[in-house]
């Protein structure tokens, strides 16, 4: 049930993506406290991206989770651009996070809802 997909204008070779997505997988359990199984990590590379008049590494992250806590969006936040320093080496204040927590009738999996 957790998202999280980073869109990049970050040039990132091929067999470093499957490396980063399957890093991301982990850290998003581990902050969320959920099973990985459930964890779907999405990394898009798109050149056509700029973020204050800039064409500099940038990133559009979405964390989107059932019950996300609002209380933890501040911790989450450093987390997350942390990691996406550390992995895609994109500065936090290149970084903008969208966190959404849909009702559980809104995701769908398995052919059913949560």
Not at 89 to 109: C, D, K, M, Q, V
């Amino acid at each position: 049930m957790p998202l999280l997909r980073i869109t990049t204008n970050r040039e990132v070779a091929a067999d470093k993506q499957q490396e980063i997505t399957r890093k991301l997988s982990v850290f998003v359990a581990e902050m969320l406290g959920k099973p990985e199984n459930y964890v779907m990590v999405v990394l898009q590379i798109n050149p056509a991206m700029s973020f204050a008049g800039s064409h500099e590494p940038l990133a559009y992250v979405e964390l989107k989770s059932l019950s996300l806590p609002e209380d933890k969006t501040t911790d989450f936040s450093a987390s997350l651009c942390q990691h996406v320093n550390h992995l895609l080496n994109i500065l936090p204040n290149r970084t903008y996070i969208e966190f959404s927590s849909p009702a559980r009738h809104f995701w769908g999996w398995n052919s059913s809802t949560f």
